[in-house]
């Protein structure tokens, strides 16, 4: 933003009402500055903002989950498990991957590394045929899933497909005993005192 200092010379000769009136000008002129600069400030937070509520917008710094403590973990499992709702819901996965999938490692690594390229696929910097890479992708993912369900837990008996196959209720409380055994089983963050120690 372009320097709005006040540059208005007031003359030694001026009454007091006009110096007065230089200073009220002087302050209104600073009170625009500062107006202008929360005006920018807040549309770089609402850019910010709706980057993160867009599909798009947010991925995980970590996404390994071999490598991840409890407090990454639990970021990791609510991005992850909000993003698959979407997939299920958008794509009509329901027949093809069960509710429990956070109970199982291989559909967990193979989801997140899905979501992780699907997001790149729609990303401003991305090729333009990576959404179509992502669709072949999704589809081969789609058959291994098949094959994996060796337990049939999709539907817990076998039924017909249909299109409009959805997660049985509860779902998300089977998530949720799963993320949640999950992070108890994983170390918590490194403190602060822990770091220092390590590195001396």
Same mark, same amino acid.
Not at 48 to 76: K, Y
Not at 117 to 141: F, G, K, M, T, V
């Given at each position: 933003?372009?320097? =709005?200092?006040?540059?208005?010379?007031?003359?030694?000769?001026?009454?007091?009402?006009?110096?007065?009136?230089?200073?009220?000008? #002087?302050?209104?002129?600073?009170?625009?500055?500062?107006?202008?600069?929360?005006?920018?400030?807040?549309?770089?937070?609402? #850019?910010? &903002?709706?980057?993160?509520?867009?599909?798009?917008?947010?991925?995980?710094?970590?996404?390994?989950? !071999?490598?991840?403590?409890?407090?990454?973990?639990? #970021?990791?499992?609510?991005?992850?498990?909000?993003?698959? !709702?979407?997939?299920?819901?958008?794509?009509?996965?329901?027949?093809?991957?069960?509710?429990?999938?956070?109970?199982?490692?291989?559909?967990?690594?193979?989801?997140?590394?899905?979501? &992780?390229?699907?997001?790149?696929?729609?990303? @401003?910097?991305?090729?333009?045929? @990576?959404?179509?890479?992502?669709? #072949?992708?999704?589809?081969? @993912?789609?058959? =291994?899933?098949?094959?994996?369900?060796?337990?049939?837990?999709?539907?817990?008996?076998?039924?017909?497909?249909?299109?409009?196959?959805?997660?049985?209720?509860?779902?998300?409380?089977?998530?949720?005993?799963?993320?949640?055994?999950?992070?108890?089983?994983?170390?918590?963050?490194?403190?602060?005192?822990?770091?220092?120690?390590?590195?001396?």
């Amino acid at each position: 933003m372009p320097d =709005r200092a006040f540059l208005f010379d007031i003359p030694e000769q001026a009454s007091p009402q006009e110096r007065a009136t230089a200073e009220l000008a #002087e302050l209104i002129d600073t009170l625009r500055g500062a107006v202008e600069q929360l005006a920018e400030a807040h549309v770089a937070l609402s #850019e910010r &903002v709706d980057a993160l509520d867009s599909p798009t917008g947010f991925v995980p710094a970590r996404h390994c989950w !071999r490598d991840l403590h409890r407090d990454d973990t639990r #970021e990791l499992w609510a991005w992850l498990i909000a993003w698959t !709702r979407w997939l299920s819901d958008r794509y009509g996965l329901a027949q093809y991957l069960g509710a429990c999938w956070p109970a199982h490692p291989a559909l967990v690594e193979e989801l997140t590394a899905l979501a &992780v390229s699907w997001h790149h696929a729609y990303s @401003a910097n991305a090729d333009p045929d @990576a959404p179509l890479r992502w669709h #072949e992708a999704l589809h081969r @993912a789609c058959s =291994r899933w098949q094959q994996w369900d060796t337990t049939r837990c999709r539907h817990g008996q076998h039924i017909p497909r249909s299109p409009d196959t959805v997660w049985a209720q509860p779902w998300p409380d089977t998530a949720d005993d799963a993320v949640s055994e999950d992070i108890r089983a994983r170390p918590a963050p490194a403190t602060a005192a822990q770091d220092s120690r390590g590195s001396k």
